[in-house]
């Protein structure tokens, strides 16, 4: 679908006469400012998905082979708890 000229001004005149030539201004510049908000969170978004550490597979990683009383000394150990 395009749009040519006629449909243009019968848009903006539509526009006009719906809010008036002095608050058309303030309109574009909101327009503008949530566009620029819109594409700032989207690029923070796709930074932090960027950002997340990887999963790691248990079945490849070798946590699997430890017992659970080695797993818990390590644990204490890391935490640096004695109980």
Do not use: N, Y
């Not at 526009?15 to 594409?39: H, I």
């Not at 790691?56 to 070798?62: C, E, F, K, L, V």
């Amino acid at each position: 679908m395009q749009f040519g000229w006629p449909e243009i001004i019968l848009v903006v005149l539509a526009l006009v006469l719906l809010f008036g030539a002095s608050r058309l201004p303030q309109l574009a510049r909101s327009l503008g400012q949530s566009r620029k908000a819109f594409k700032e969170g989207m690029r923070e978004a796709e930074e932090e998905k960027a950002s997340e550490p990887k999963q790691i597979d248990p079945a490849r990683s070798g946590v699997s082979s430890l017992s659970d009383e080695e797993i818990l000394a390590e644990m204490q150990r890391r935490t640096g708890s004695k109980s």
